[in-house]
């Protein structure tokens, strides 16, 4: 006796699945090269490896994968004081910049999941460093850095003003993901607001404030 061969039964992905960081990371970054924010293989790699969720955790994952800057602080009455860029905006970036394997470059704003993509395109060889005023914003990119494997990159306190003539990245000054008080030379004030950023220029010698200084690194087991 043989059994009859009913039509072949595929099952859709459960409501679980659809929701997992790595499908919605990736249906993300489907989004933006469909719509041309990402065009080159090495961007493209960089969104898909770091993951964001883990950079803001008191989101929903489906918050943070969404084309659209996620808030990570808010001031009492409830206004964003502090969030993630919206990914169209950092492709943009990233891809504006060209950065290659190698690179040394400094992080204006700071928040720890643009330093990992950074981190991603310069590689080993590459050094990155981000800098933020807040000693709050460099607390929670040095522990979420930590997290995910990015130790390597360099996070300061400092003011973006006044940062050491020597030892620190000139390759590229980038902002990042959050306003912060002092741009420098590498953007105008609209490059972390949506606009199209222009190419940056190497920053000019400063002099040290070491008040304003001080080095995160993670913690040791």
Same mark, same amino acid.
């Given at each position: 006796?043989?059994?009859?061969?009913?039509?072949?039964?595929?099952?859709?992905?459960?409501?679980?699945?659809?929701?997992?960081?790595?499908?919605?990371?990736?249906?993300?970054?489907?989004?933006?090269?469909?719509?041309?924010?990402?065009?080159?293989?090495?961007?493209?790699?960089?969104?898909?490896?770091?993951?964001?969720?883990?950079?803001?955790?008191?989101?929903?994952?489906?918050?943070?994968?969404?084309?659209?800057?996620?808030?990570?602080?808010?001031?009492?009455?409830?206004? *964003?004081?502090?969030? *993630?860029?919206?990914?169209?905006?950092?492709?943009?970036?990233?891809?504006?910049?060209?950065?290659?394997?190698?690179?040394?470059?400094?992080?204006?704003?700071?928040?720890?999941?643009?330093?990992?993509? *950074?981190?991603?395109?310069?590689?080993?060889?590459?050094?990155?460093?981000?800098?933020? *005023?807040?000693?709050?914003?460099?607390?929670?990119?040095?522990?979420?850095?930590?997290?995910?494997?990015?130790?390597?990159?360099?996070?300061?306190?400092?003011?973006?003003?006044?940062?050491?003539?020597?030892?620190?990245?000139?390759?590229?000054?980038?902002?990042?993901?959050?306003?912060?008080?002092?741009?420098?030379?590498?953007?105008?004030?609209?490059?972390?607001?949506?606009?199209?950023?222009?190419?940056?220029?190497?920053?000019?010698?400063?002099?040290?404030?070491?008040?304003?200084?001080?080095?995160?690194?993670?913690?040791?087991?």
């Amino acid at each position: 006796m043989t059994r009859s061969k009913g039509p072949r039964v595929t099952t859709p992905p459960t409501t679980a699945q659809e929701h997992e960081p790595s499908a919605l990371r990736h249906r993300l970054v489907d989004q933006l090269l469909a719509a041309g924010h990402v065009r080159t293989t090495t961007v493209e790699a960089a969104l898909r490896s770091v993951p964001r969720h883990a950079f803001a955790p008191e989101v929903p994952v489906q918050t943070a994968y969404a084309d659209d800057i996620t808030p990570t602080r808010h001031t009492p009455d409830g206004r *964003i004081s502090s969030s *993630i860029s919206a990914p169209w905006l950092q492709a943009v970036m990233l891809e504006s910049a060209r950065l290659r394997s190698g690179h040394h470059v400094l992080e204006v704003g700071s928040g720890g999941y643009n330093a990992a993509l *950074i981190a991603e395109l310069v590689g080993r060889t590459g050094q990155v460093t981000t800098v933020d *005023i807040d000693p709050d914003v460099t607390d929670r990119a040095t522990r979420f850095l930590c997290a995910t494997g990015y130790d390597r990159v360099r996070v300061l306190t400092a003011d973006a003003e006044h940062l050491p003539p020597r030892g620190h990245p000139r390759r590229r000054l980038r902002c990042g993901d959050r306003h912060s008080r002092h741009l420098g030379s590498a953007v105008d004030h609209h490059g972390c607001g949506g606009r199209t950023p222009r190419r940056p220029a190497a920053p000019p010698p400063v002099r040290v404030v070491h008040r304003f200084h001080q080095t995160r690194r993670c913690a040791r087991q």
